[in-house]
């Protein structure tokens, strides 16, 4: 389908400016999202804001974690973190040292247990010590994984978490989309 161009218009200027549009529509959230304006609603209720992290193997959901964990700190947040990847060798002791060096809480049960109650658990501890944001880590897991997706999916529902995170990786090309688009289809289901 061809595209009439009024006088003095560019090729360019005008493929620049569907472009534009397009990643605008894209990118631009359904719903507005404002982790900071979220945790001070649940302080003001007197509950923990609870956000998990997810996405696929070796994206550095663990590192991102600890980042917006600091960035909460920052703002004078009491900070909590769940060590729901029950699965992965070493990431436990992972989210330990970032607890440690951030002299924050950090709330585990170990290895091989059901991530979705070590996720209500630590809501509970979360609230009962005066959590004011609750970060969850997840086990990383690919998107056509459907036993790990029916798991995340398990957590999400039974725990109901403020905001789910997506983390994924920059150079990944066109299979962003596609880790996106499952991860939201399980999710949403």
């Known amino acids: 389908e ?6 003095f218009t560019t090729i360019h200027r005008t493929v620049r400016h569907d472009i534009e549009a397009a990643l605008t529509r894209i990118l631009t959230p359904k719903k507005p999202l404002d982790l900071l304006q979220g ?3 649940a302080r003001d209720a007197k509950r923990p804001y609870t956000i998990v992290f997810v996405g696929v193997n070796g ?27 029950t699965f992965r060798s070493g990431a436990v002791e992972q989210l330990r040292t970032h ?33 004011e944001v609750l970060l969850i880590d997840t086990a990383e897991r690919m998107q056509d994984n459907q036993p790990l997706m029916a ?24 299979d962003a989309v596609d880790q996106v688009t499952k991860f939201n289809r399980c999710l949403a289901d």
């Open 2 to 7: 061809g595209k009439n161009l009024p006088s």
């Open 151 to 174: 798991a995340l999916s398990k957590l999400i529902a039974v725990n109901k978490p403020d905001t789910v995170l997506f983390v994924g990786e920059a150079l990944v090309g066109n």
């Open 59 to 85: 994206v550095g959901k663990s590192t991102s974690l600890a980042k917006v964990a600091a960035y909460f700190q920052s703002k004078g947040f009491k900070v909590g973190i769940a060590a729901c990847d």
């Open 39 to 41: 945790a001070m609603a």
């Open 99 to 131: 607890a440690l060096r951030l002299n924050i809480a950090l709330f585990e049960r170990g290895y091989l247990k059901e991530a979705h109650m070590v996720a209500a658990d630590a809501i509970a501890a979360a609230k009962r010590d005066g959590q």
